[in-house]
C-alpha cells in the first residue's frame, strides 16, 4: 500500500468525523513514530515530515558513518563503503539520512498501523463528542430523524452525530419519522462502553424553560426570571415567573399579545395547556396562584409537614383538580405542599351544590328545583316532601328518589 493512499483512505474519515487536518496530521506523525520505533529501535534517531498542506509525508531514518567492520547497530551506524555508495564525499562521523518506505514495513506492520491510526481517530472524535455536548447540557438543538426504534429515536445532528431521544423523553402525542425536523434539549451525556451517548429530551423542564427563552425576549435577556416549572408532559404545565423590574408584567410578556408568544411554545408542545404565574415567596398566595383557574376561598397550611388544606365553593373544586388530576398535581409540585381540596360547605354547612349531582339527577328536574330557589341538597332536604309536590311539577315518586340521592351524599 502505498503512503499516499493511507493517507487518502483516513481524509474521507477525517472529513465525515470533523477532525481538522493539523491534528489528523499529528495523529498521524505519532502513530508513525510509533512503528517506526518498533521497527528500527526506540534508540533509532528517524524524522517523520508531514506537510498538512498536500497531506504528504515522509520518514527518514539517519544514521552515523563508521569505518568498516567497526558497525554494532545497522539501525543506528553505516559503514563507510556503504554509505559512499549513497554519496562518494561521505566521510566518518558524519550522518546519513535515507527515505524509509512504506513498503518496507511490510504487509502485517502496514494494517497494524492503519488500524492503530483508526483507533486513535476514532478515541478522538469520541472525546470531541463528548466535550462538545457535556458542555451543551441544557441547550436546544435541532436534528434530523435518521430511525425510529420502538423504545428510543435515533436523531443525527449537523455534524452527522448520532443522538438519542428515549421513549420516556418524548412527548406521548409526539410522532416522528424519518427526514422529520425535531427540536430537543440535550438532558445528558453518559459513557456506555467507552462510547459516549448524547441523550436528548422534549418532556424535560429544561426543554420548557428554553422554548421560553427562544420565545420572549425578555427572559433571554434576563429581565424576566423563570423561578420554578413543572410539566406533565404533553398535558399540562405550571411556570412561575419574576421580574425584577416593576414596569414588566412577567405573566403578559410571556403569553404575549393575544397569547401570540406562548401559542409558539404550545403547539410545540403538542398543544400543552400552559398556566403562567406570577411567583411568589408568600406561600398562601403561591398556592392560590398554582390552583389557577379555580378560585379559591380559605388556605390552612401546616408548615411542618408542608401540607395545605384549601377550600373553595363546590363549583370550583373541579377546576382545582383538573383533567385527570394534572392542575391539583402540578401545583403540589409548584408549591412544595401536599394539597388537600375541600369544599366550603362540607366544613360550614355539610352541604353540596345541586350542580354536583348532573351524573345522578336528570338536568330539568334540577331545573325545577332551582326554580323554587334551592340550589344546595341541604335546601331542598329542607323542606317536606308535600310542600316539595305542591311547589313543583315532578311527581312524588320522582321526588322521593331525589331526596334518597341527595340525603346519601351528605350522610356520607
Known amino acids: 500500500m502505498a503512503i499516499v493512499n493511507l493517507i487518502e483512505s483516513f481524509s474521507e474519515f477525517k472529513d465525515i468525523k470533523n477532525i481538522d487536518r493539523v491534528t489528523m496530521m499529528g495523529i498521524m506523525e ?54 559512499r555508495k549513497i554519496d562518494e564525499d561521505f566521510e566518518v562521523g558524519e550522518e546519513v539520512s535515507q527515505e524509509v518506505k512504506i513498503e518496507d514495513f511490510g504487509r502485517r506492520n502496514i494494517l497494524a498501523l492503519k488500524q492503530n491510526l483508526q ?8 472525546d470531541h463528542l463528548y466535550k462538545k455536548y457535556a458542555e451543551r447540557v441544557g441547550e436546544i438543538i435541532t436534528g434530523e430523524v435518521y430511525q425510529v426504534w ?27 419519522k424519518k427526514g422529520d425536523t425535531v427540536r430537543s ?31 420572549v425576549p425578555e427572559v433571554f435577556d434576563g429581565l424576566i426570571t423563570i423561578k ?54 408568600n406561600d398562601q398566595l403561591l398556592i392560590q396562584r398554582s390552583l ?27 377546576l382545582a383538580i383538573g383533567k385527570g388530576g394534572h392542575n391539583i398535581k402540578l401545583a403540589s409540585k409548584l408549591t412544595g405542599f401536599d394539597l388537600d ?12 351544590g345541586l350542580e354536583e349531582f348532573a351524573d345522578e339527577i336528570d338536568h330539568w328536574i334540577l331545573d325545577e328545583l332551582r326554580a323554587i330557589g334551592c340550589d344546595t341538597a341541604r335546601s331542598v332536604l329542607d323542606i317536606p316532601l308535600e310542600d316539595l309536590v305542591k311547589r313543583t311539577d315532578l311527581e312524588e315518586e320522582t321526588i322521593k328518589e331525589v331526596l334518597r340521592i341527595l340525603g346519601e351524599e351528605l350522610n356520607d
Open 30 to 83: 505519532d502513530v508513525f513514530r510509533g512503528v517506526v520505533k518498533k521497527r528500527f529501535g526506540e534508540e533509532a534517531k528517524v524524522d517523520i515530515i508531514i506537510n498538512p498542506d498536500k497531506g504528504d509525508l515522509e520518514i527518514w531514518l539517519n544514521r552515523v558513518i563508521v569505518e568498516d567492520g567497526f558497525s554494532e547497530d545497522d539501525n543506528l551506524d553505516i559503514e563507510l563503503s556503504e554509505a
Open 119 to 126: 483507533g486513535r481517530i476514532m478515541e478522538m472524535e469520541k
Open 150 to 176: 420502538k423504545r428510543e429515536t435515533l436523531i443525527i445532528d449537523d455534524e452527522g452525530n448520532e443522538l438519542v431521544m428515549p421513549k420516556d423523553q418524548q412527548i406521548k402525542s409526539d410522532f416522528f
Open 185 to 215: 434539549v440535550v438532558w445528558k451525556v453518559e459513557m456506555r462502553n467507552n462510547t459516549p451517548v448524547v441523550i436528548l429530551s422534549r418532556t424535560a423542564p429544561e426543554f420548557l424553560e428554553k422554548l421560553f427563552e427562544q420565545e
Open 228 to 281: 420554578r416549572i413543572v410539566r406533565e408532559p404533553g398535558e399540562r404545565a405550571k411556570v412561575a415567573v419574576e421580574s425584577y423590574d416593576d414596569r414588566i408584567d412577567p405573566v403578559g410578556a410571556c403569553v404575549g399579545m393575544k397569547g401570540s408568544r406562548i401559542h409558539g411554545i404550545v403547539r410545540e408542545l403538542r398543544n400543552e395547556n400552559i398556566d403562567v404565574i406570577n411567583y411568589t415567596s
Open 292 to 318: 389557577s383557574p379555580a378560585k379559591i376561598g380559605e388556605i390552612k397550611i401546616d408548615l411542618e409537614n408542608k401540607r395545605a388544606e384549601v377550600y373553595m365553593k363546590p363549583d370550583q373544586v373541579a
Open 341 to 352: 381540596v375541600y369544599r366550603e360547605t362540607d366544613e360550614v354547612t355539610d352541604d353540596v
